[in-house]
């Protein structure tokens, strides 16, 4: 049964208060028509007795007072899906953007989904290939993690994300990844700069798009991850595809949240960000994964822009907090002209012990990893002391190091935008490195590796 | 059954009216979805209600169902190796019945209905019993045998019991008092929020050793204490707690996923199982039960899986077992309690968290300790409590981090500077303490070894002097030490290195006895020892540093159990080493060639610089 009022009572910011209402339910979707005749969507946030408070996704310009109509439609938002979404463009809510016929649905489904339940994951643990080899060789993607890039404004993160998408590939299997991307008040010159790679690499038809951006209405974002997640579990859960999610800019995400809590009157949280900013991310990023017995898998990458460069910013945090690990792209590395400026140091895959080693990557991987860290820990560590002492300060042996971490730099963190390493020529290069410095100082390779890799040559 | 009214629906909190007659923490029902949902505030007839399962598509005018019980857990066999979700409902069973997805309004009990147990009594007709008193017992896995306990407020002879084959709704007993007969089953019910009784408090004077060094042997927490292990994201929280629900030396755990991510549960899923308890040898889960209420599931859920976690623990405690209990992370709980807070429009204190935050905090932690318990035979159980905090951005001035600070007795800060370093377990020695350590001296210098803390005072004081000198490095360099204090910073380098980072994924390194780690640590400081010796001999420092025996001391902590004397030996191989290089190398520096090393035996007027500045 639909309702529809004229009885608005109160117009703030991008809510609405629509009093005499019976039988509104929380969460439900609404449709307000402005005297204009321009159609707006919303849904409840909160009903008491009568009076319905409602979120209006494409903002309140327009609305009146007097002569709107909102109509309750009695379920909750959803979305129709179908494995023909695949090389659409959609707008932020999910309605096709491309010009392109509406799709026609195979299920309607609610875009909150419902929680997956934790007996019924599948731990990730298949080695995902990006052929950088500072993700391959350092912090190791895994299918079905979440792993987000923090980065900052005027950083390459929309050059690195493209690159995964570009390359990553389950060694020794043929499937494809589809991709899912969610962007979320990005500019036009950015989204296009992720359509030309797409359409380049003739990934475009493995793609569904959803574009929210800067110039459109800001409450709709917050729908934006759900819509393409809701998408996304559906081809990877129903269809069994593997889907590798984007989500651009969190940053932005978070922003729309903040403005509907402000304009609720909550009491804000940090920086005035909501308190339940935590859940509200986690109801999203928790999303992805692998589940028992399903072909498919979701694997997470949300890119979001670090206020400051501050990674104690709220979103970066409750991310960081959610996510498992982190990909951290370093200013100082990047005026260093070193390129994807990964900070190795800061960033980490909580989940790559489970996806390196004997018949994933190699069996030296894990030591060499070790190695690597510490060596280039090292070299930092002597850079410093030269910057205050001088480099003639330093001991034979942290002249070394200092050189490695140069090196390290160069040649191992820094490559093309089109290189694509496999993850032997990553691990060979991590080893030609070591062979700078001294074989004593490999105390975090067993010996059996070091004979066998360090030595040869 | 008595009804209201919905009047509001606002996120998890729903008020309603005609609730006359309920009382506070009450579960209702709500709407024909038959959500779970506890009374959290009453005035007049109005309730407000926090609802455990996902509300939307709830509006006004819908249903209230009152139950008039509080919100309990169902205890018995069966607990061990369940899954529950915050308020009990095995997620597993959920799964077989309701796919991958978890839906609302499921109805399941917590304790398996149709599996029956063998009960075997332990008093017989005739005997008089209270509450508490042990009148029987189920093997319910291999390591644990489960007491059946007569349920507070009963009491009498025993007028019936027979051993056999039961369901844990079946009749095993029969109690007569003058007024009435009492029939017990296993399975009693206990309000999740009202601590168990228990007969006497005792003083913690026993170590929960954990496997891990930095913490067994700096930083101990005892059986029936509580600690806490605040840091930023990343910094190693559940990483330290699954070591601790594999490793510590507990006779049951109970594992709470407050709010955190779903692949960790997966995690303790999938390895539990497979993994040896180092004692008895038999698999960790078999001792294990878990509470998943993971970030995405509903948040009201989160606040009650604490309570639903220690109410277990403590029913474990009352059979007189060493239980563990870890809370992953009590942060998330706080921010739920902080969330329904302000759906109640209540006043707010610091960061919006609400003014009862740390009255909640200290009387979770309170639920822990060392007892005696209700009943014969006489039984001593402790309940140690382990709880990570998650402060936003790490920052340690975080209400949750200082409400649990002003209760537990050990901290352990986690550091990202020491994680960023790959540095693990990144408990920093220098801000962490433990206020257990003297209280249990006596019992570990007595088991392990006499000098037990002894040495482990020793390798805290060079560490501070480290970060000391590491001061003066930072200004000035490490040429302007004397080789005496560049000792000191070697000697500190192998207790981080070699003694405190300890590996959580590596087969071995990640569990250490206390023999192991007593031996490994004095090791770091045999050699420190002899070395200062060598040094003040006039054995050079360079030749110090590049002993080759240096590498095996790196080495112990690969060394399995078992193979204990490679270690020990060490000991003699110190000894050599040194007599080797004390012979040769006062002859080099006799013979001058050392000249390019600046080390050696300090001249007066090098001492004397140093003290003017
Ligand atoms: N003892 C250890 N040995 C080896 N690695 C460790 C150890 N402790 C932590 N780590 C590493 O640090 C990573 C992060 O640890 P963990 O997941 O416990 O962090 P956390 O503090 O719980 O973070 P969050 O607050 O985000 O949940 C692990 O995935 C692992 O790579
Ligand atoms: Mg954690």
């Known amino acids: ?457 | 059954m008595r009804k209201g009214e919905i009047t509001k629906v606002s996120g998890p909190l729903v008020v309603a009216r005609g609730m006359r007659g309920s009382k506070m923490y009450d579960v209702v029902r709500v709407s024909e979805e038959r959500l779970v949902g506890e009374i959290i505030g009453l005035s007049s007839d109005m309730a407000s209600i926090q609802v455990y399962e996902d509300t939307s598509g709830i509006g006004p005018g819908e249903i209230v169902y009152m139950t008039d019980q509080p919100l309990f857990v169902e205890l018995g066999p069966g607990l061990i190796e369940s899954i529950y979700d915050g308020i009990q409902r095995p997620l597993d069973i959920i799964r077989d019945q309701t796919g991958d997805n978890i839906s609302r309004g499921v109805e399941i009990p917590a304790l398996e209905r149709d599996k029956k147990w063998h009960f075997k009594p332990v008093v017989k007709k005739g005997d008089a019993v209270k509450s508490g008193d042990l009148i029987g017992e189920v093997k319910e896995t291999v390591l644990v045998t489960h007491s059946i306990m007569v349920p507070h407020g009963v009491e009498g002879t025993v007028s019936a019991i027979k051993e056999g084959e039961f369901l844990v709704t079946d009749t095993v007993c029969e109690i007569k008092s003058d007024k009435k007969v009492t029939s017990l089953t296993m399975m009693q019910i206990w309000p999740v929020r009202q601590p168990r009784p228990y007969r006497e408090r005792l003083a913690p004077s026993f170590m929960l050793s954990t496997g891990q060094r930095v913490v067994d042997m700096f930083f101990p927490i005892a059986k029936g204490g509580t600690a806490c292990c605040p840091g930023p994201f990343g910094t190693g929280k559940t990483v330290i707690q699954h070591q601790l629900a594999k490793w510590a030396e507990a006779e049951i755990i109970v594992y709470i996923g407050c709010g955190e991510r779903g692949n960790e549960m997966t995690d303790v899923l999938m390895e539990f199982p497979e993994l040896k308890d180092p004692r008895s040898g038999e698999p960790l889960m078999k001792r294990t039960v878990l509470i998943a209420n993971t970030s995405n599931m509903p948040v009201a859920a989160r606040e009650a899986s604490v309570y639903t976690g220690i109410t277990i623990a403590e029913y474990f405690r009352d059979m007189g077992y060493s239980v563990a209990v870890m809370a992953d992370s009590t942060s998330r709980w706080a921010e739920a309690m902080r969330e329904i807070s302000g759906r109640l429009e209540e006043m707010p204190g610091e960061e919006g968290y609400p003014a009862y935050l740390s009255a909640k905090v200290s009387s979770f932690y309170e639920r822990a300790g060392r007892v005696k318990a209700v009943g014969t035979p006489e039984r001593e159980g402790a309940l140690s409590v382990i709880g990570a905090v998650s402060p936003p951005g790490g920052d340690l001035s975080d209400p949750v981090v200082q409400a649990t600070l002003r209760v537990v007795k050990v901290f352990w800060s986690l550091e990202d500077r020491l994680a960023y370093q790959r540095h693990f377990p990144a408990i920093s020695w220098l801000n962490s303490y433990s206020l257990y350590i003297d209280d249990i001296a006596e019992h570990v210098n007595k088991d392990i070894a006499k000098d037990f803390t002894d040495i482990s005072k020793e390798a805290m004081k060079l560490l501070e002097q480290e970060a000391e000198l590491q001061e003066i490095v930072r200004l000035i360099g490490v040429d302007a030490l004397s080789p005496e204090d560049r000792l000191i910073l070697e000697g500190a380098r192998s207790i981080r290195e070699d003694f405190l980072h300890q590996n959580a994924f590596h087969e071995i390194d990640t569990y250490a006895s206390l023999t192991k780690q007593y031996n490994m640590l004095s090791i770091c400081l045999r050699y420190y020892h002899q070395a200062q010796e060598a040094l003040a001999r006039g054995v050079a420092f360079s030749d110090i540093v590049g002993m080759e025996v240096r590498e095996k001391i790196a080495r112990m902590k690969y060394q399995p159990e078992s193979d204990m004397e490679k270690i020990t030996s060490l000991n003699d191989e110190i000894d050599t080493a040194f007599k080797t290089l004390m012979s040769s190398g006062i002859q080099q520096e006799q013979a001058g060639e050392d000249a390019d090393v600046r080390e050696g035996i300090d001249t007066e007027s090098e001492k004397q610089a140093r003290s003017a500045t």
């Open chain 1, 1 to 457: 049964m639909i309702k529809e009022y004229s009885s608005i009572l109160d117009v703030s910011g991008p809510l609405l208060l629509v009093e005499g209402v019976a039988g509104a339910k929380y969460e439900e979707l609404v449709e307000i028509y402005t005297d204009a005749g321009e159609k707006k969507r919303g849904r409840v946030l909160e009903v008491d007795q009568d009076k319905a408070l409602v979120q209006i996704f494409e903002g309140s310009s327009g609305i009146d007072v007097q002569n709107c109509r909102v109509r309750f439609l009695g379920r909750t938002l959803h979305i129709g899906v179908s494995d023909d979404m695949l090389g659409r463009v959609f707008d932020g809510l999910g309605r096709p953007k491309d010009g392109g016929p509406d799709v026609i649905p195979e299920a309607l489904l609610d875009i909150n989904g419902a929680p997956i339940n934790p007996t019924a994951r599948d731990y990730p643990n298949e080695f995902i290939q990006t052929g950088i080899s500072s993700i391959d060789g350092i912090n190791t993607l895994v299918r079905g993690q979440k792993l987000p890039v923090f980065s900052g404004s005027g950083l390459p993160h929309n050059r690195v994300a493209a690159q995964i998408v570009r390359q990553s590939r389950v060694i020794g299997r043929e499937e494809q990844f589809a991709v899912v991307f969610g962007a979320m008040g990005i500019t036009f010159e950015e989204a296009n700069f992720f359509i030309q790679d797409f359409t380049r690499s003739g990934a475009l038809e493995r793609v569904v798009l959803f574009l929210n951006l800067a110039d459109d209405p800001a409450i709709e974002r917050v729908s934006t991850p759900r819509v393409a997640f809701t998408v996304a579990e559906y081809l990877a859960f129903e269809k069994g595809l593997h889907i590798l999610v984007v989500l651009s800019d969190m940053t932005n995400y978070a922003e729309a949240l903040r403005e509907i809590s402000a304009a609720r009157k909550e009491i804000p949280g940090r920086r005035g960000y909501p308190g339940y900013l935590y859940t509200d991310l986690a109801s999203v990023y928790e999303r992805s994964g692998r589940i028992k017995e399903k072909k498919g898998s979701i694997t997470l990458i949300p890119i979001l822009t670090m206020p400051e460069d501050d990674k104690t910013h709220p979103i970066p945090d409750l991310t960081g907090y959610i996510t498992e690990g982190q990909i951290i792209l370093s200013r100082s590395l990047y005026r260093k002209k070193v390129s994807p400026p990964v900070d190795v140091q800061q960033s980490l895959s909580r989940l790559k012990d489970k996806g390196i080693g004997k018949g994933k990557t190699r069996e030296d991987h894990a030591d060499l990893f070790n190695q690597l860290i510490a060596c280039y820990a090292r070299g930092k560590e002597a850079a410093e002391l030269s910057v205050i002492l001088g480099e003639a300060a330093l001991s034979d042996l942290d002249k070394i190091y200092l050189k490695f971490a140069q090196q390290y730099e160069e040649h191992y963190i820094s490559q093309g935008e089109n290189e694509n390493r496999t993850i032997e020529e990553t691990l060979d290069l991590g080893w030609k490195l070591l062979r700078m410095v001294p074989r004593s100082e490999m105390k975090r390779v067993r010996d059996a590796y070091l004979e066998k890799y360090y030595d040869k040559e």
